[in-house]
């Protein structure tokens, strides 16, 4: 018997109808071990300190719910008598990882393989066990150091922002936030530069008033120093020029210019050109993109769905190609199309990565998908059939023309398609496409009418906008451009981002939210200021996902790259906090400011030394709170302080006015804060009263569940707080029962 492991149910269910008897197939879930998380068993242990020759080895965990799932998959192999394990997880860095992972659970098996497979079809996975192969150690090593990194930079950077009381910082995320503020901050700083144009159809043809040259001292710049012929600040001029028009109802060619334009087709998909076209196409989000695109690759009808590359297979080449020609004939077949992947010479080679095809290129629609699955699986389809077509081909005329009393010249494009080459199979995703010339004749001196209306001609008066903000897929676009994401993280990057509650999608666009904006200018500073390279700089993040790509490709050695790493950063994050501890921080200067809030204005500058908080060293702040709280000066509650005293009166059916009276002062602005003020005093006697309280409808829901798990009769149960009935129980006897119940289960298990 042989067992086959997947990563998805889907998936599974995919290859079992390939594979049929004497095979096992089964998913896990995705990973099944992965460093411990924070808190549990292992987490505290350093993970960081390891001989410079070597990787660290920390203590894998299991992720949530495998180890159940993995133990009875091991139970069921042994018990089918399993002798070869398969483990097909997908074929990039962190499917190696987990393959590793299970090639080490499954290790006393008699025999163990790693498969891989681009897509999902009979052929390719007889071939993946034909070729079966051993854990590749170096793609292994390499996700095993973008794990320390990302850990070593979330678990330090994260509790340096604390202090600023923001949720995390990550070694890709946080720069990703850097590219979304530094747009926003573009965009606040923009002048917008008012200009008018004038605009008109005339034989189905767009033309454009001329009004000013680049030498012209009225010529219209924008703030870069871009020269814009059709625009004028001379909103007289512009005004002129449509009344010429209205006036005249036509215009005379003075000169045309015969052209082609070419456009060439555009490489099959890469993760991020999908993302951004089913964004532009088809209105989607990048998750819903990349839900719908694992839910075709684990049917098997498209290759794999996270690559870079845009290479394809030569066999599918060749079927797209004879679908195109027997659909539209030989004349729109192209030599194929590569993106700036593929190195110059090798033009469609078979990569170990392919560009995202469908399986089955014959196959232009798909019956039994889901709407959704249809219309990426089209534009999947339409991307790789388009790559192996020919060039579209326009015939141009580029007109310059007159209109009677007005000297500026007026121009436009005529242009009509004679060849539609790849366009061909975009017909859905396009507007109407002109196929035939102008009805006007197309000569010099010839007059060409114009059918005025209220919007023909028309004049705009506009200002120029902002920087456009980045939406989820430009955002990818720019993370791949600088070379700080891959295909596997674009998608939880920003997801992580949202989480975290550091930007807004608003409408399609990236808005950063006060929180992001205060990491991304107040935190990010201290550490990339402090080095010439910058912990989150773009460059130094990508160089770092550079050195992941050279341990895979073993041009570097995994330690080497990762003590290297450990060194830098060391050094940033030392700095970083020599730099912090030189300024005080929010919480020190609101602390002082509440301290100092109810003295008087004499002894305020007496303990200030005439200065404001903001301008103290942290020197100057660390001595001067230790001395204020040393005096043992009061100083107001705090917010928290207040509102729970408020929640705590209500609870109890106590005014406001009735519990002052307990620490004995006016009004709840009078309390103070600190462990010995009157907040903490007034807040320990009402919690104490309303423990007296009857227990809530969700403690007598768990006290009565525990009675249940722990299969004894309830009143054993209420017995631990000394009561008969659950209708007497008060909250702290819940608390008694509910308390003594978990501390029993925790000793039995440690047991």
Same mark, same amino acid.
């Given at each position: 018997?042989?067992?086959?492991?997947?990563?998805?149910?889907?998936?599974?269910?995919?290859?079992?109808?390939?594979?049929?008897? %004497?095979?096992?197939?089964?998913?896990?879930? %995705? &990973?099944?071990?992965?460093?411990?998380?924070? %808190?549990?068993?292992?987490?505290?242990?350093?993970?960081?300190?390891?001989?410079?020759?070597?990787?660290?080895?920390?203590?894998?965990?299991?992720?949530?719910?495998?180890?159940?799932?993995?133990?009875?998959?091991?139970?069921?192999?042994?018990?089918?008598?399993?002798?070869?394990?398969?483990?097909?997880?997908?074929?990039?860095?962190?499917? =190696?990882?987990?393959?590793?992972?299970?090639?080490?659970?499954? @290790?006393?098996?008699?025999?163990?393989?790693?498969?891989?497979?681009?897509?999902?079809?009979?052929?390719?996975?007889?071939?993946?066990? =034909?070729?079966?192969?051993?854990?590749?150690?170096?793609?292994?090593?390499?996700?095993?150091?973008?794990?320390?990194?990302?850990?070593?930079?979330?678990?330090?950077?994260?509790?340096?922002?604390?202090?600023?009381?923001?949720?995390?910082?990550?070694?890709?995320?946080?720069?990703?936030?850097?590219?979304?503020?530094?747009?926003?901050?573009?965009?606040?700083?923009?002048?917008?530069?008012?200009?008018?144009?004038?605009?008109?159809?005339?034989?189905?043809?767009?033309?454009?008033?001329?009004?000013?040259?680049?030498?012209?001292?009225?010529?219209?710049?924008?703030?870069?120093?871009?020269?814009?012929?059709?625009?004028?600040?001379?909103?007289?001029?512009?005004?002129?020029?449509?009344?010429?028009?209205?006036?005249?109802?036509?215009?005379? $060619?003075?000169?045309?210019?015969?052209?082609?334009?070419?456009?060439?087709?555009?490489?099959?998909?890469?993760?991020?050109?999908?993302?951004?076209?089913?964004?532009?196409?088809?209105?989607?989000?990048?998750?819903?993109?990349?839900?719908?695109?694992?839910?075709?690759?684990?049917?098997? &009808?498209?290759?794999?769905?996270?690559?870079?590359?845009?290479?394809?297979?030569?066999?599918?080449?060749?079927?797209?190609?004879?679908?195109?020609?027997?659909?539209?004939?030989?004349?729109?077949?192209?030599?194929?199309?590569?993106?700036?992947?593929?190195?110059?010479?090798?033009?469609?080679?078979?990569?170990? &990565?392919?560009?995202?095809?469908?399986?089955?290129?014959?196959? &232009?629609?798909?019956?039994?998908?889901?709407?959704?699955?249809?219309?990426?699986?089209?534009?999947?389809?339409?991307?790789?059939?388009?790559?192996?077509?020919?060039?579209?081909?326009?015939?141009?005329?580029?007109?310059? @023309?007159?209109?009677?009393?007005?000297?500026?010249?007026?121009?436009?494009?005529?242009?009509?398609?004679?060849?539609?080459?790849?366009?061909?199979?975009?017909?859905?995703?396009?507007?109407? $496409?002109?196929? /035939?010339?102008?009805?006007?004749?197309?000569?010099?001196?010839?007059?060409?009418?114009?059918?005025?209306?209220?919007?023909?001609?028309?004049?705009?008066?506009?200002?120029?906008?902002?920087?456009?903000?980045?939406?989820?897929?430009?955002?990818?676009?720019?993370?791949?451009?600088?070379?700080?994401?891959?295909?596997?993280?674009?998608?939880?990057?920003?997801?992580?981002?949202?989480?975290?509650?550091?930007?807004?999608?608003?409408?399609?666009?990236?808005?950063?939210?006060?929180?992001?904006?205060?990491?991304?200018? /107040?935190?990010?500073?201290?550490?990339?200021?402090?080095?010439?390279?910058?912990?989150?700089?773009?460059?130094?993040?990508?160089?770092?996902?550079?050195?992941?790509?050279?341990?895979?490709?073993?041009?570097?050695? @995994?330690?080497?790259?990762?003590?290297?790493?450990?060194?830098?950063?060391?050094?940033?994050?030392?700095? @970083?906090?020599?730099?912090?501890?030189?300024?005080?921080?929010?919480?020190?200067?609101?602390?002082?400011?509440?301290?100092?809030?109810?003295?008087?204005?004499?002894?305020?500058?007496?303990?200030?030394?005439?200065?404001?908080?903001?301008?103290?060293?942290?020197?100057?702040?660390?001595?001067?709170?230790?001395?204020?709280?040393?005096?043992?000066?009061?100083?107001?509650?705090?917010?928290?302080?207040?509102?729970?005293?408020?929640?705590?009166?209500?609870?109890?059916?106590?005014?406001?006015?009735?519990?002052?009276?307990?620490?004995?002062?006016?009004?709840?602005?009078?309390?103070?804060?600190?462990?010995?003020?009157?907040?903490?005093?007034?807040?320990?006697?009402?919690?104490?009263?309303?423990?007296?309280?009857?227990?809530?409808?969700?403690?007598?829901?768990?006290?009565?569940?525990?009675?249940?798990?722990? =299969?004894?009769?309830?009143?054993?149960?209420?017995?631990?707080?000394?009561?008969?009935?659950?209708?007497?129980?008060?909250?702290?006897?819940?608390?008694?029962?509910?308390?003594?119940?978990?501390?029993?289960?925790?000793?039995?298990?440690?047991?």
């Amino acid at each position: 018997m042989k067992l086959m492991i997947l990563e998805s149910g889907a998936k599974a269910k995919t290859v079992k109808k390939y594979l049929g008897k %004497g095979w096992i197939v089964q998913a896990c879930g %995705g &990973h099944v071990q992965d460093l411990p998380s924070k %808190g549990s068993k292992g987490s505290s242990k350093s993970m960081w300190d390891s001989e410079r020759n070597v990787l660290p080895e920390p203590p894998w965990g299991w992720t949530s719910g495998a180890k159940k799932k993995i133990t009875d998959m091991v139970k069921k192999a042994k018990s089918s008598n399993v002798e070869e394990v398969y483990i097909a997880t997908d074929p990039d860095r962190e499917g =190696e990882f987990i393959a590793w992972r299970l090639s080490i659970i499954f @290790a006393k098996f008699p025999s163990q393989k790693r498969v891989t497979f681009n897509e999902i079809t009979e052929t390719s996975v007889q071939k993946a066990i =034909e070729e079966a192969r051993e854990i590749d150690t170096a793609l292994v090593d390499s996700a095993k150091v973008r794990r320390f990194m990302d850990r070593l930079v979330g678990f330090e950077c994260s509790r340096f922002s604390r202090s600023w009381r923001l949720a995390s910082m990550g070694r890709v995320q946080t720069p990703t936030l850097g590219f979304i503020i530094e747009r926003e901050l573009l965009r606040e700083k923009h002048v917008p530069i008012v200009y008018n144009s004038v605009n008109f159809i005339s034989n189905d043809t767009n033309f454009k008033i001329r009004f000013h040259e680049k030498d012209d001292p009225e010529a219209w710049l924008d703030d870069s120093g871009k020269h814009f012929p059709d625009r004028t600040f001379n909103q007289d001029l512009a005004a002129e020029a449509i009344t010429k028009l209205n006036k005249n109802m036509s215009i005379e $060619i003075q000169s045309i210019k015969e052209g082609k334009n070419k456009r060439s087709p555009k490489p099959p998909f890469t993760t991020d050109t999908m993302l951004q076209s089913a964004s532009s196409n088809l209105g989607w989000s990048v998750a819903r993109t990349s839900a719908v695109a694992g839910e075709l690759y684990n049917s098997g &009808h498209v290759t794999y769905i996270r690559t870079d590359s845009t290479r394809t297979n030569e066999d599918a080449r060749k079927t797209i190609k004879e679908y195109i020609k027997q659909t539209y004939g030989e004349n729109h077949l192209g030599p194929g199309v590569l993106g700036s992947d593929a190195k110059k010479g090798s033009s469609n080679v078979q990569d170990a &990565h392919e560009a995202i095809r469908p399986t089955r290129p014959e196959i &232009h629609n798909i019956d039994g998908l889901k709407d959704e699955q249809q219309l990426l699986y089209r534009l999947i389809w339409a991307r790789f059939a388009g790559s192996q077509m020919s060039s579209s081909i326009r015939e141009t005329r580029a007109i310059v @023309a007159k209109t009677e009393d007005f000297d500026k010249n007026i121009t436009g494009t005529a242009s009509w398609r004679t060849h539609a080459g790849w366009e061909a199979v975009y017909e859905p995703y396009h507007k109407s $496409i002109k196929l /035939e010339p102008p009805q006007s004749e197309l000569a010099e001196g010839v007059l060409w009418e114009i059918e005025c209306n209220e919007e023909n001609p028309q004049l705009v008066s506009d200002q120029t906008k902002p920087p456009r903000r980045f939406s989820e897929s430009s955002i990818v676009q720019e993370m791949k451009k600088a070379g700080i994401g891959r295909p596997s993280t674009y998608v939880s990057t920003i997801q992580t981002l949202s989480r975290r509650k550091y930007v807004e999608n608003n409408s399609g666009a990236l808005i950063p939210t006060d929180a992001g904006r205060t990491l991304w200018l /107040e935190v990010v500073p201290f550490y990339n200021e402090q080095n010439e390279r910058g912990l989150f700089a773009t460059q130094f993040t990508a160089k770092m996902e550079s050195d992941l790509d050279t341990i895979e490709n073993s041009s570097q050695s @995994a330690p080497e790259v990762w003590h290297n790493f450990v060194d830098v950063f060391k050094e940033m994050n030392d700095a @970083a906090k020599t730099k912090k501890r030189s300024i005080p921080s929010k919480k020190q200067i609101e602390l002082l400011k509440n301290l100092t809030k109810n003295m008087t204005e004499s002894e305020r500058n007496k303990v200030l030394d005439g200065k404001k908080p903001e301008e103290f060293t942290g020197e100057e702040m660390r001595n001067t709170l230790d001395k204020v709280i040393a005096d043992g000066g009061d100083f107001p509650a705090s917010e928290k302080q207040i509102a729970l005293v408020i929640k705590l009166a209500d609870q109890l059916g106590h005014s406001l006015k009735d519990i002052c009276k307990i620490v004995n002062i006016d009004d709840i602005n009078s309390l103070t804060g600190g462990k010995d003020g009157s907040a903490s005093q007034l807040i320990d006697t009402l919690i104490k009263e309303s423990q007296a309280l009857p227990a809530s409808e969700a403690q007598v829901k768990l006290v009565n569940k525990l009675a249940v798990r722990e =299969e004894v009769p309830l009143s054993d149960i209420l017995a631990i707080a000394d009561i008969v009935t659950i209708d007497e129980m008060t909250k702290q006897d819940a608390s008694k029962i509910i308390d003594t119940v978990m501390k029993k289960n925790k000793k039995s298990k440690k047991k």
